[in-house]
């Protein structure tokens, strides 16, 4: 069975930074692409950010600036680094990886950011 968990959210002040993990206990980890998502209070789940497995990258307009994703093959882990946080980054932050035909998220990461 296929796990994904997200690490790293947290409180934190306008401003400031965060990277959030992103791990599975699955040797197809590395070998799918994974995506961040981020859903803030009573909206709809949106895409941040894609990387595949040889690390390309591909973020929304929204993202493009504040949002870094990147992969490290030894680890098993995808992050996420978001910097200069707004309080609009409020919200749960998930990981998805793409294999085996399926999506298989996690259970998500809540950040808050506090203005």
């Known amino acids: 069975q296929v796990q994904v968990e997200e690490f790293g959210g947290g409180l934190v002040q306008a401003g400031g930074s965060l990277r959030l993990a992103c791990a599975a206990s699955?040797?197809?980890?590395?070998?799918?692409?994974v995506s961040w998502y981020h859903q803030a209070p009573g909206k709809q789940r949106e895409l941040v950010a894609s990387i595949t497995s040889g690390g390309f990258t591909t973020y929304t307009d929204s993202a493009k600036g504040r949002f870094t994703i990147s992969r490290d093959q030894s680890k098993n882990s995808v992050y996420l680094q978001i910097n200069s946080l707004k309080p609009e980054d409020t919200g749960v932050f998930y990981c998805v990886l793409a294999a085996l035909g399926t999506r298989f998220w996690g259970q998500g990461t809540q950040v808050t950011v506090s203005s």
């Open positions: 699955t040797s197809i980890f590395n070998l799918n692409p």
